[in-house]
């Protein structure tokens, strides 16, 4: 089946760093991904949509110079949150619908801790 | 973002017994309907999802819809400790999934 890998599955970062998360569709092209957010005991919340080859669309509230995201190939997409704070300690999920498909293939997820 | 609605639980059934959850959403206009189960500390995984009116049985699981009521649930029959994990309604936006905040279900061996 379509996979969509996510990494790192983890990271520590100091306050004030950038970190870096990417998503990569294995064996199929993704001309959209979506990034989600999801605190701990609250559901996913879709933070924006990525298109390759253009700017990708946040969904209100999400502040688009603090979370940079790139979709520059049919198969990447990355999530950069920059100047991060504690408040931005989460989990980050990526997810693609491949061609044909039903239903939308999640990556495994990245655990953002800020300290 | 579109409103769904699940009742976040717990929700504890006995092993064997069937678990019943249910999911309301608020645009009319909502095409595909999908529940996921995600466990602690992962990622969602695809359980069923479902276009058309009425049921529809994959296993254990049968998923119903219900357009004119805006509502969707999932049964699963012959509830396992395995099952334990929260369930995720999701429903489809333009070309994105909007999700409920999700059901804990625990079931008791």
Known sequence: GAVVSQHPSWVICKSGTSVKIECRSLDFQATTMFWYRQFPKQSLMLMATSNEGSKATYEQGVEKDKFLINHASLTLSTLTVTSAHPEDSSFYICSARPTGSHGYTFGSGTRLTVV | ?109
Request: proline content about 5%; glycine content about 8%; some cysteine.
């Open chain 2, 1 to 109: 973002q579109k409103e769904v609605e699940q009742n976040s639980g717990p929700l504890s059934v006995p092993e064997g017994a069937i678990a019943s959850l249910n999911c309301t959403y608020s645009d009319r206009g909502s095409q595909s309907f999908f529940w996921y189960r995600q466990y602690s500390g992962k990622s969602p995984e695809l359980i069923m999802f479902i276009y058309s009116n009425g049921d529809k049985e994959d296993g254990r699981f049968t998923a119903q819809l219900n357009k004119a009521s805006q509502y969707v649930s999932l049964l699963i029959r012959d509830s396992q400790p395995s099952d334990s994990a929260t369930y995720l309604c999701a429903v489809t936006g333009a070309n994105n999934l909007f999700f409920g905040t999700g059901t804990r279900l625990t079931v008791i061996p």
